[in-house]
């Protein structure tokens, strides 16, 4: 049977851990070349690795996707090395401001929170993510080949949520964000969609997997579980293969249900 993404050059940020690292290897499977791109160069040098096990071109990069200078030379880069950009899943982001750092979640009311962890929050998780597919678009535009571009939004982005405020309005701005592109890149054969996932195991959500029971939490979860990193990256595969060709300015919900109401 042929492959769902033989030959397809695909750039995944935060390629390093969780959601996005299970991407990168579930589109190596399915015959794609990745550029794993994250802040941590060792963790992504790990997923490159995995990916060329799997037979594929892989190549790691450093980048800070808030960085509009490093998101640039991020994708001329992969263009110059490996010809193209076909696909994009933009998956880097925090969950809040102090997210990988030592020390106490930024969980607070928003008439407490800071505006720097505010102002942080939206640039790693909306600027990075409109840097990222503009350059990716610009690059789609000029190769003349179409292109997916999928964006990893959250359930948040629908779910009013206390404690986490800038989280979910960074995400309900990546969801407009995509629908906006989606219309103005039809044109190009460019769809672009969203993927809102609800609890995943992945190290952003390990302290909710370390508590002794998680049932009060999963009660908000019809199917009253988390979901698998690889459910989400085979959301994304959908998104990026012939299958999903139709969808544009879309949000799939890998989230148990949660969303649904
Ligand atoms: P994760 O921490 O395992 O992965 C996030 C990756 O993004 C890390 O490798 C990190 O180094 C990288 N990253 C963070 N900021 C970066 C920056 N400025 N530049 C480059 N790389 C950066 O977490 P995850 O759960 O895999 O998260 C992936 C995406 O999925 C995030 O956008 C997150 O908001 C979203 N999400 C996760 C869940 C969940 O339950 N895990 C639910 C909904 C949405």
């Given at each position: 049977m042929a492959l769902r993404l033989e030959n397809k050059n695909a750039l995944i940020t935060?390629?390093?851990?969780?959601i996005g690292r299970a991407t990168s290897i579930r589109f190596a499977e399915e015959g794609a070349n990745v550029f794993v791109a994250d802040r941590h160069l060792a963790a992504a040098e790990e997923t490159a690795a995995s990916v060329r096990q799997l037979g594929r071109k892989a190549i790691a990069h450093q980048v800070d996707t808030s960085d509009e200078a490093q998101v640039n030379a991020m994708v001329d880069r992969m263009v110059k090395e490996l010809?193209?950009?076909d696909i994009v899943v933009a998956a880097a982001g925090i969950?809040?401001?102090?997210?990988?750092?030592?020390?106490?979640?930024?969980?607070?009311l928003l008439s407490e929170k800071s505006f720097a962890n505010w102002k942080k929050v939206l640039s790693v998780n909306l600027d990075g993510v409109f840097l990222t597919d503009r350059a990716c678009a610009k690059a789609m535009i000029k190769a003349g080949k179409g292109g997916r571009i999928i964006n990893i939004a959250s359930a948040a982005a629908r779910l009013p949520t206390p404690g986490v405020g800038e989280y979910a309005v960074s995400k309900a701005g990546v969801w407009m964000l995509t629908k906006v592109l989606a219309t103005e890149l039809a044109p190009y054969n460019i769809t672009a969609n969203a993927i809102g996932p609800g609890f995943i195991k992945t190290p952003m959500t390990a302290e909710i997997q370390n508590l002794p029971d998680v049932t009060p939490l999963m009660q908000r979860v019809p199917m009253n579980r988390m979901g698998e990193p690889v459910d989400v990256a085979n959301t994304a595969l959908f998104l990026a293969s012939e299958e999903g060709?139709?969808?544009?300015g879309s949000i799939l919900h890998p989230d148990g249900g949660i969303t649904m109401q």
């Open positions: 935060g390629g390093a851990s969780g010809g193209g950009v969950s809040h401001a102090h997210y990988g750092e030592e020390g106490k979640a930024d969980i607070m060709r139709y969808y544009t």
